[in-house]
């Protein structure tokens, strides 16, 4: 079955990413959490960004805070598409630090960047690439989104 990694650059970052495991777990798609810290286990995000790809994961949800370079470096070394998490962490100044140095890739090394603590949105966005080639999971999206529009047009009626 196809599998979605979640890695963070650290566990403080995971009430932010939590959004991310949720949402996934609520489409019943595999998922593996894992802490990678590009400046701390450089080893590990290397063996990890290497070989997820060999492991029946097809899309990488990275986030990081700061000086936040762990997508990136995901995506230099791996084919998989990489979504970054920009994490507004105790160390970034404002959450521009974390938006910017994960949003602004060079040309050649893309990250599918959200919004600052976006992890929702990632989740949601690793599910659609997945339900381009899994009927199952598109079908999931669908409901997914009926339910959006179901809740606003509820939420009219109050007024
Ligand atoms: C980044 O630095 C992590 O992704 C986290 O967002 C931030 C702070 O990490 P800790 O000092 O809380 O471990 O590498």
Request: aromatic content about 4%; glycine content about 8%; some cysteine.
């Amino acid at each position: 079955m196809s599998k979605v990694a979640i890695i963070m650059g650290s566990k403080s970052d995971m009430p932010v990413m939590q959004d991310a495991i949720d949402i996934l777990n609520s489409f019943d798609i595999e998922i593996e959490v894992d802490i990678v810290s590009a400046h701390r286990t450089p080893e590990k995000l290397y063996e990890f960004s290497k070989n997820a790809h060999n492991r029946g994961i097809k899309v990488i949800i990275a986030g990081a805070g700061g000086a936040a370079h762990l997508p990136g470096m995901v995506a230099s070394m791996s084919p998989l598409p990489v979504i970054g998490v920009p994490v507004k962490s105790s160390n970034s100044i404002d959450g521009w630090d974390s938006v910017l140095s994960i949003l602004q890739m060079p040309g050649g090394v893309p990250v599918a960047t959200v919004a600052l603590n976006g992890a929702k949105n990632a989740g949601i966005l690793a599910a659609q690439i997945l339900g381009c080639s899994d009927q199952c999971v598109l079908d999931k999206i669908m409901v997914y989104k009926e339910g959006l529009k179901a809740k606003v047009i509820d939420s009219a009626k109050d007024l």
